[in-house]
């Protein structure tokens, strides 16, 4: 496989401006220095190949391109935003190309009276605390223009959730890195939307990293929706680390892109943490959407559920690897997860594989999942009550996402999300299967 040019990047990142960054991408720089992108011989990775996005990386790290302080957003990428931001109430950050402005955010004032904070990463000073070790944290890192921090003290209650918007467009650069650290204080409850548009025909390839920290007895509902170009490419990573009695509340939502890969990993840290890891994901066409899941259960008692449904239609493929490890010495340890998936033509592929490491002895623990077709016989009974067979597929494809949709914990974005499942879901149906 074709490898990241090193002198290049290297060149980039001197290229970097000189600030409180400085250190952690140069300590990244080296870290990935060792790895490179991963390949399909990892594991991890071997449904999954990043040519296209190292071969764009190239590209870009070859243009000589010095970092912005600031992006500026063509109309069709103001469009895009204002297509999310109008249609989910929320207080809304938009990070544009890898770049986010906090200054002129609509409801900073009303989100600090109420106990969140929000500064830039080359602000805040604690770049001790950015995650880069494996290989796509550490590219990101490397190239990191910056980042934002955000606080939620104790005694926050937003009444609107707290969302973040990633937008990116080929025109304005093809290769993008974004990074969020994210706190929540003891005994605090927020809401978080991360959410996922892009425009332009040209190839684009995005790398998010967002960390989580989840403190005693906080509760966290987070949803995350990407519906990118279909010629874009986006890794992203969410580290969560969850504390006593802390409870964590997840639901994906995939609809666009031409290659995604997700990776959640849950850390639980100490008794009594909770977490829900749900997610959808529609594909077609030659779609590739990748979900990679890990929850450490490393003390007990504890629990953790996990659900996700895939529909599948065109020669898309999509990759669920779901795996629970219960550590030595979590007894009381309560683990479920699940993955059911409905193949809509004969050349769509799904590579399914929930696991479970088990090292302990007085635990709860369960896994499965399901491939297959729609029901003939429901079909037939529909039809037989008058629906014709796209109207019968589709009413069975929504019920089969249903379980995923009522999942999601943030009630604001109920409406869009099923707006977009019903849209995807009538590509999927009326599309050719290219």
């Known amino acids: ?65 010095v970092a912005s302080p600031e992006s500026n957003l063509t109309a069709a990428a103001e469009e895009a935003v204002k297509a999310i931001t109008e249609s ?34 080359s602000q805040n000073g604690d770049v001790a605390a950015i995650i880069a070790n494996d290989p796509m944290t550490s590219f990101n890192a ?26 990116d467009e080929a025109a304005q650069g093809d290769l ?13 409850t927020i809401d978080i939307i991360e959410a996922h548009v892009s425009v332009g025909s040209d190839p684009q390839f995005a790398n998010t990293v967002i960390q989580l920290r989840v403190a ?32 964590f509340d997840y639901a994906s939502f995939d609809f666009g892109g031409s290659l995604i890969r997700n990776d959640v990993a849950v850390n639980i840290m100490e008794p009594g943490a909770s977490v829900n890891l749900n997610g959808l994901y529609l594909a077609s066409g030659k779609q590739h959407i990748d979900n990679h899941t890990r929850i450490d259960h490393r003390v007990g008692p504890s629990q953790s559920r996990e659900e996700y449904r895939g529909i599948l239609g065109g020669r898309s493929r999509c990759v669920f690897n779901g795996k629970a490890i219960v550590h030595k010495g979590a007894d009381g340890t309560d683990a479920e997860q699940s993955n059911h998936n409905l193949l809509l033509s ?6 399914t594989k929930p696991e479970l ?78």
């Open 357 to 434: 490491e088990i090292y302990a002895e007085d635990v709860k623990c369960a896994h499965g999942a399901t491939v297959g077709q729609l029901d003939n016989s429901a079909l037939f009974y529909l039809r037989s009550r008058g629906l014709d067979r796209d109207a019968a597929v589709q009413l069975l494809t929504r019920a089969f996402a249903a379980r995923i949709l009522a999942a999601a914990p943030i009630a604001e974005t109920h409406a869009y999300i099923a707006q977009k499942t019903d849209q995807c879901l009538d590509a999927l149906i009326h599309g050719d299967s290219q």
């Open 216 to 247: 005693d007895g906080a509760r966290v509902g987070f949803v995350r929706i990407q519906e990118r170009a279909d010629s874009h490419m986006q890794v992203g990573k969410l580290i969560a680390d969850l504390r006593r009695d802390a409870y």
């Open 176 to 188: 993008s890195q974004a990074r969020l650290i994210i706190d929540v204080d003891a005994g605090a």
């Open 142 to 167: 490397a190239l990191l223009q910056d980042g934002l921090r955000v606080r939620v003290q104790p005694s926050a209650n937003p009444s609107k959730p707290l969302a973040f918007l990633f937008v």
């Open 88 to 121: 989910i109430d929320a207080y809304w950050i938009v990070v544009a190309n890898g770049i986010a402005t906090v200054d002129t955010m609509p409801g900073a004032n009303d989100l600090r009276s109420n106990g969140v904070s929000i500064t830039k990463l």
């Open 1 to 65: 496989m074709i490898a990241i040019a090193h002198e290049l990047l290297e060149a980039a990142v001197r290229r970097m401006p000189e600030d409180a960054l400085t250190p952690a991408r140069k300590a990244a720089l080296a870290h990935f220095a060792t790895s490179g992108f991963p390949t399909v011989s990892d594991e991890d990775w071997k449904y999954t190949n990043l040519r296209r996005a190292v071969e764009l990386s190239n590209t870009w790290l070859g243009n000589d391109i």
């Open 346 to 351: 004969e050349t769509a592929e799904i590579d």
